[in-house]
């Protein structure tokens, strides 16, 4: 079945440096591709999003590039703020007809620490 | 900007007892998602609702839980009887056909 893996947490960085946070996926297909951002105490948001390969999605700064070859859909961003700590999820819909749910990797906490 | 509703945000109950919540979706938003998430782990799908019917509940565990959505809107979540494992956030999700999802606040439950 699908299936997505994201690296080991929790992860912890100073104001401004630079992250990256590894997603890998199992699926069959061509799935679209999802980076979830989940702040204390609230519901996901949707950080941004690929639907085909070679694809870059971006938003406040982080990017994501669907890698259909090596598939993965690794999270960057340049320079962290204190702001950005949340849990951040990677997921994948298998665009399947009527049947669009998403499969989440575990998650990833991360700290920015002033 | 319209949001998914959840009730209730946080719910203490005793084992063997019944529990439900209920989400009411983006107005006219046809698919609607229950999700529970474990804590450290990612939202896993419970049931898919398409207007009133049912798309995809293969992971519910229909021993003890049971989901409707009976106007095509609104929807309620049931647990009967809980369990110490059902501990965990349930998360209403909605969204127009093949686009975004959109995620409520979610329901703390606490099993004891």
């Known amino acids: 079945g699908d299936s997505v893996t994201q690296m080991e947490g929790p992860v912890t960085l100073s104001e401004e440096a630079f992250l990256t946070i590894n997603c890998t996926y199992t699926a069959t297909g061509y799935p679209s591709l999802f980076w979830y951002v989940q702040y204390p105490g609230e519901g996901l948001q949707l950080l941004l999003k690929a639907t085909k390969a070679d694809d870059k999605g971006s938003n406040k700064g982080f990017e994501a590039t669907y890698r259909k070859e090596t598939t993965s859909f690794h999270l960057e961003k340049g320079s962290v703020q204190v702001s950005d700590s949340a849990v951040y999820f990677c997921?994948?819909?298998?665009?399947?007809?009527?049947?669009?749910?998403?499969?989440f990797g575990k998650g990833i906490t991360l700290s920015v620490r002033p | 900007e319209a949001e998914v509703a959840q009730s209730p945000r946080y719910k203490i109950t005793e084992k063997s007892q019944a529990v439900a919540f209920w989400c009411d979706p983006i107005?006219?938003?046809?698919?609607l998602y229950w999700y529970r998430q474990i804590l450290g782990q990612g939202p896993e799908l419970l049931v898919q609702?398409?207007?009133?019917?049912?798309?995809?509940d293969s992971q519910l565990p229909k021993d003890r839980f049971s989901a409707e959505r009976l106007k095509g809107v609104d929807s309620t979540l049931k647990i009967q009887p809980a369990e110490l494992g059902d501990s965990a956030m349930y998360l209403c999700a909605s969204s127009s056909w093949g686009d975004e999802q959109y995620f409520g606040p979610g329901t703390r439950l606490t099993v004891t």
């Open positions: 997921a994948l819909a298998a665009n399947t007809g009527a049947n669009s749910k998403l499969t």
């Open positions: 107005s006219g938003h046809a698919t």
């Open positions: 609702f398409q207007d009133e019917s049912v798309v995809d």
